[in-house]
């Protein structure tokens, strides 16, 4: 089975080996994927493979990414891939959420329960198992944060030496921590993502580091797992709906990617619509939905939201994720900071939690409900993205009515629960709790 990478451009489609090093065509400039050839194995057969092998104990087969090696057969040997166990992530009942979401059942993948604590943990095992077949010493990325703190992680468990470019003052403060004791070298610089993206391209080409950003193409191959994990733990029962919030795209692109080979493969009968939610104000894709003309992203020069991980103003992987979403019959919303932080505290009170970017996707829900967009009797799968502690701040700040947006007007804690200061006193204490 040979795998190969293809220009993602219609126009162009050049072919090259799995091995070479780039990240665009050289050829058009394009975005690249992965391609291969017709597994060896029928549908039927795949599925009762993976089923078998959750009950290995063989690291590979504990993976929630490799157990599937045969949906992501680019390596030519496993030998040396290094896996935390990253998948396996649990699809939980949001009934406590459901009616928030105007819905009469709604289910969350929750990616957050990745070793890492967020779904890049997925991408980055096939991302640096690329990295040390390619022979290479170092790797970097810029990032708003999980990507990070994932690289960290994966990279030094590889051997491999994590070089880290981090916005100035612009991320939450669980995902620096993981970086730093991850041991990655991190270089905070003060320009925005889209700046730093340029500078650091210009880097790994002069000093021959391997580049991890979201639209390095091992990386999606990684994340297309999540879609089949899902449906593998759904018994191949189709949802119709797949909602996830949207910064780079990557994600976006991955989900389309795997939910369209799923569907060449004879494992599922159709394909699950997808939602993609943006906050407002870092929305260039639900701008590009709007337009007339969707030849060309116009980029939100200074994206602005508390949802870290979805701060991005130019999304390197929009053709790929245009692609997924239309040929899903999908489609694009953006939410307020006021709702994402609502969202995350009912996510939170259900006993699930999740990150702020990862909220975006139930209040995304509820406001394709109320349009109608969405009906009620809906079968839909969101996905939580990232871990409830990669943001505390947000969280002490939203419950003690502290949280003020980026433009400084105060978000209201509507479902605020703030921490009680009381005197040692048991009178006093059980009357409060009698009332
Ligand atoms: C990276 C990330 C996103 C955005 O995913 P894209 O692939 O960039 O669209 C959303 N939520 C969390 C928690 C993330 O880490
Ligand atoms: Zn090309």
New binding site residues.
Partial sequence: MTAELICFEERCRSRYPITEVIYNCPRCGGLLEATYGKPLLPAEELKALWRTRRTSNAPLDQSGVWRYREFIPFLADYGRVVTLREGKTPILDGRLTAEYGGLERLWFKHQGFNPTG???DNGMTCGVAQALRLGMTRVACVS????SASMAAYASAAGLQPIIFIPHGNIAYGKLAQALEYGARTFQVEANFDQILALVRSLAERLGIYLLN?INPFRIEGQKTIMLEMMDQRDWRVPDWVVL????????S?FGKGLREMKDLGLIDRLPRLAVIQAAGASPFYDLMQAEDRSKLRAVEHPETLAT??K?GD?V?WPKALHEVTTSGGVVERVTEQEIADAKAVIGRAGIGC?P??AATLAGIRKLTKAGVMKSDAEVVGIL??NVL?DPDFIHQYHTGALRGPDGTQIQPNFGNAPVVVANNVEIIENMLQS
Avoid: V, W
């Avoid at 708003?144 to 990507?147: D, I």
């Avoid at 919030?245 to 976006?252: A, D, I, K, M, R």
């Fill in positions: 967020s779904f890049k708003t944060g999980n990507t979201s919030p949207g910064g780079n795209l990557g994600n976006t991955a991980a979805i991005i999304p992987s990150e970017a990862s993205t990232g990669k």
